[in-house]
């Protein structure tokens, strides 16, 4: 079973119709239980950083998610939900993200052209980098949806596969048994489904 954390700020109804349509055991929850009963976890997100931060804690599943993380449960970040695994983000101002993931989160419009809009929204190419159990059923140079303002820095050593958006956008990461897709799987058509289907398939101690 996979739980989807509900706290708020998610993309719920889309995630979990992919995950339904894979024929995957799903459970949208506000509830610690869930979390140690799943045999994986998803932490979606949009919206604004600052206000996701709160809502997860005022949530109380930081620290049955964390638990959950320790005992090597495998965990899924999904765009906010990716960014939150880092360290910190600098959306408007400076804010504490879960600390998972090595990194920061900042504004995209302070690394590319002025010619460039912000949010970067649409299909982009995305290339990897380093092999991953994730990533078992695509060859590279798929494309993926992205919706983001802020992109991951700083986070070289846990990149597995990236987007050219005249800087390397970070699009999926991993630190252990943490992942986060910058993209969003579930708007990616069938490439999003073939990861949603790899994280399925995830036991806990799942090695580099």
Same mark, same amino acid.
């Given at each position: 079973?996979?739980?989807?954390?509900?706290?708020?700020?998610?993309?719920?109804?889309?995630?979990?119709?992919?995950?339904?349509?894979?024929?995957?055991?799903?459970?949208?929850?506000?509830?610690?239980?869930?979390?140690?009963?799943?045999?994986?976890?998803?932490?979606?997100?949009?919206?604004?950083?600052?206000?996701?931060?709160?809502?997860?804690?005022?949530?109380?599943?930081?620290?049955?998610?964390?638990?959950?993380?320790?005992?090597?449960?495998?965990?899924?970040?999904?765009?906010?939900?990716?960014?939150?695994?880092? /360290?910190?983000?600098? /959306?408007?101002?400076?804010?504490?993200?879960?600390?998972?993931?090595?990194?920061?989160?900042?504004?995209?419009?302070?690394?590319?052209?002025?010619?460039?809009?912000?949010?970067?929204?649409?299909?982009?190419?995305?290339?990897?980098?380093?092999?991953?159990?994730?990533?078992?059923?695509?060859?590279?140079?798929?494309?993926?949806?992205?919706?983001?303002?802020?992109?991951?820095?700083?986070?070289?050593?846990?990149?597995?596969?990236?987007? /050219?958006?005249?800087?390397?956008?970070?699009?999926?990461?991993?630190?252990?048994?943490?992942?986060?897709?910058?993209?969003?799987?579930?708007?990616?058509?069938?490439?999003?489904?073939?990861?949603?289907?790899?994280?399925?398939?995830?036991?806990?101690?799942?090695?580099?």
């Amino acid at each position: 079973m996979i739980a989807i954390i509900d706290y708020g700020v998610g993309n719920l109804f889309s995630l979990s119709s992919s995950l339904a349509h894979l024929g995957l055991e799903t459970v949208v929850t506000k509830n610690a239980e869930d979390l140690n009963c799943a045999d994986q976890i998803i932490l979606p997100g949009v919206g604004a950083f600052a206000d996701a931060a709160q809502k997860l804690r005022q949530s109380a599943l930081v620290e049955p998610l964390y638990e959950q993380v320790r005992s090597g449960k495998p965990l899924l970040g999904i765009c906010l939900g990716m960014q939150m695994l880092f /360290e910190k983000s600098y /959306e408007y101002g400076e804010h504490e993200g879960l600390g998972l993931i090595p990194g920061v989160v900042a504004p995209l419009k302070e690394d590319i052209p002025a010619s460039l809009k912000v949010p970067h929204i649409g299909w982009n190419r995305l290339d990897i980098c380093k092999k991953d159990p994730l990533l078992r059923y695509l060859s590279g140079g798929e494309y993926v949806y992205y919706v983001h303002s802020y992109y991951a820095k700083n986070c070289a050593p846990s990149v597995l596969a990236q987007s /050219e958006y005249h800087v390397a956008v970070p699009g999926v990461v991993r630190n252990k048994n943490v992942w986060g897709c910058q993209f969003h799987p579930e708007k990616s058509g069938p490439v999003g489904l073939s990861i949603l289907k790899a994280f399925s398939e995830l036991a806990g101690g799942e090695k580099e």
